[in-house]
Antibody, heavy 117, light 112 residues
């Protein structure tokens, strides 16, 4: 069974950075692009970017260039999203999703990041 | 980037009614080489992750009830729920995957 298990909620200070994880089971992440999506409170979905875990190549939406960094560890079958220089605009739920296909049949449960002093 | 605009932003219907919601793209998402529309629909229930309903604009994902139908081509798309059930309370998002990835702002479906 395909599962994406994301790390727990984070409360972080403005200006700090945070690293979220997405551990996959039921498939090898080397075989699929791994995507990240942002959802601000009561707002819609924003695509952040993807990584090809086999070679580490990444693509980001221009809006998230410099803000987000996506990495992957194939030995632990886990994808990561690091967010830097956090502001209140970064308060959101962040989802990982399995790519490979062009759409997303599998999503993680989401990680809530709250940026607050 | 291709912009996706959904309407209405919210609607309320009674169980058993038919519902249609619209998604328009700023550029065509029809790929001429294969004549496929690079568009998907997702359902997000309160407190849950999005769930894939439709891809290629009209192909229902396995296990999705047949009361959900996707249609349209080019820049204009529609998601229809033939007979709304109480469990369909959710926000519905369209998603283009022709050029990078973008989502619509969502249509919130409420049950009267």
């Amino acid at each position: 069974e395909v599962q994406l298990q994301q790390s727990g909620a984070e409360l972080v200070r403005p200006g700090a950075l945070v690293k979220l994880s997405c551990k996959a089971s039921g498939f090898n992440i080397k075989d699929y692009y791994m995507h990240w999506v942002k959802q601000r409170p009561e707002q819609g979905l924003e695509w952040i970017g993807w990584i090809d875990p086999e070679n580490g190549n990444t693509i980001y939406d221009p809006k998230f260039q410099g803000k987000a960094s996506i990495t992957a560890d194939t030995s632990s079958n886990t994808a990561y999203l690091q967010l830097s220089s956090l502001t209140s605009e970064d308060t959101a739920v962040y989802y990982c999703a399995r790519g490979g296909l062009l759409w997303y049949p599998y999503w993680g449960q989401g990680t809530l990041v709250t940026v607050s002093a | 980037n291709i912009m996706m605009t959904q309407s209405p932003s919210s609607l309320a219907v009674s169980a058993g009614e038919k519902v249609t919601m619209s998604c328009k793209s700023s550029q065509s998402v029809l790929y001429s080489s294969n004549q496929k529309n690079y568009l998907a629909w997702y359902q997000q229930k309160p407190g849950q992750s999005p769930k894939l309903l439709i891809y290629w604009a009209s192909t229902r994902e396995s296990g999705v009830p047949d009361r959900f139908t996707g249609s349209g081509s080019g820049t204009d798309f529609t998601l229809t729920i033939s007979s709304v059930q109480a469990e369909d309370l959710a926000v519905y998002y369209c998603h283009q995957y022709l050029s990078s990835r973008t989502f619509g702002g969502g249509t919130k479906l409420e049950i009267k």
